[in-house]
């Protein structure tokens, strides 16, 4: 069965420092991979999505990056983190390439939150 | 601009209630209509999902109910639970595109 894994868990970092998170997909191949954040109270807004190794599209544009150095691999990261960028950023996933009906499902990650202070 | 608009933002109900969650969309290139559940500190994860050739579905006590002419879908919970509580994201899929498009979020308390 296929899992994803996200870490870490939480995160508490100061105005300016650097961010990595990072995600990794198990029992599955060639997915597609997503970046989601969730601001408090709020909706889900789709920051990358990635359908092979080296391939990011940006749907939001921000100081944060996204980068995919291997096939199961997502990393989210920032060089200078802001108050803005507080939220919970969920991981997920989709098999790449299919149209049917189960192939749309999008499962997400446990979510990592970050507090920016 | 938000393509898909969710209503109410919070729902409160008693135990046994069927909660109604609303959701409103534009783009008649949507082809993919999921709902997902999300319980505090948790990814969502997918509850039931629609597509647009199908008016209802349901699976369990959730059922979704969809008018393609009005360009409107619902989220219907039977005989709700205390364990129901969770806040509820309906989303949309562009045909052709992967990712999904999601509504602002409700948040549902049942009441024991």
């Known amino acids: 069965s296929q899992t994803i894994h996200q870490w870490p868990a939480t995160l508490v970092q100061p105005v300016g420092s650097p961010l990595s998170l990072e995600c990794t997909v198990e029992?599955?191949?060639?997915?597609?991979l997503y970046w989601y954040r969730q601001a408090a109270g709020r909706g889900l807004q789709l920051l990358f999505y990635?359908?092979?190794?080296?391939?990011i599209s940006s749907e939001v544009p921000q100081n944060l990056s996204a980068s995919r150095p291997q096939d199961r691999q997502f990393i989210l990261s920032s060089k200078k983190l802001l108050l803005s960028d507080s939220g919970f950023y969920l991981c997920?996933?989709?098999?790449?390439?299919?149209?049917?009906?189960?192939?749309?499902?999008?499962?997400f990650g446990e979510g990592s939150w970050l507090t920016v202070v | 601009q938000q393509q898909v608009k969710q209503s109410p933002q919070s729902l409160i109900v008693q135990k046994g209630g069927i909660p109604i969650i609303n959701c409103a969309y534009e783009?008649?290139?949507?082809?993919?209509f999921p709902w997902y559940q999300q319980f505090p500190g948790k990814g969502p994860a997918l509850l039931i999902a629609?597509?647009?050739?199908?008016s209802e579905k349901k699976e369990g006590r959730f059922t979704i109910s969809f008018n393609k002419s009005a360009k409107q879908f619902s989220l219907h919970i039977m005989d709700s639970q205390p364990g129901d509580s969770a806040t509820y994201f309906c989303?949309?899929?562009?045909?052709?595109?992967?990712?999904?498009?999601f509504g602002s979020g409700t948040q549902l308390t049942v009441l024991p």
């Open positions: 783009n008649t290139a949507f082809d993919y």
């Open positions: 629609i597509r647009p050739d199908v």
């Open positions: 990635s359908v092979g190794i080296g391939q």
């Open positions: 029992g599955t191949s060639n997915p597609n």
């Open positions: 989303a949309a899929r562009w045909a052709g595109r992967r990712q999904l498009t």
């Open positions: 997920a996933w989709s098999v790449l390439g299919r149209q049917t009906y189960s192939g749309n499902t999008i499962y």
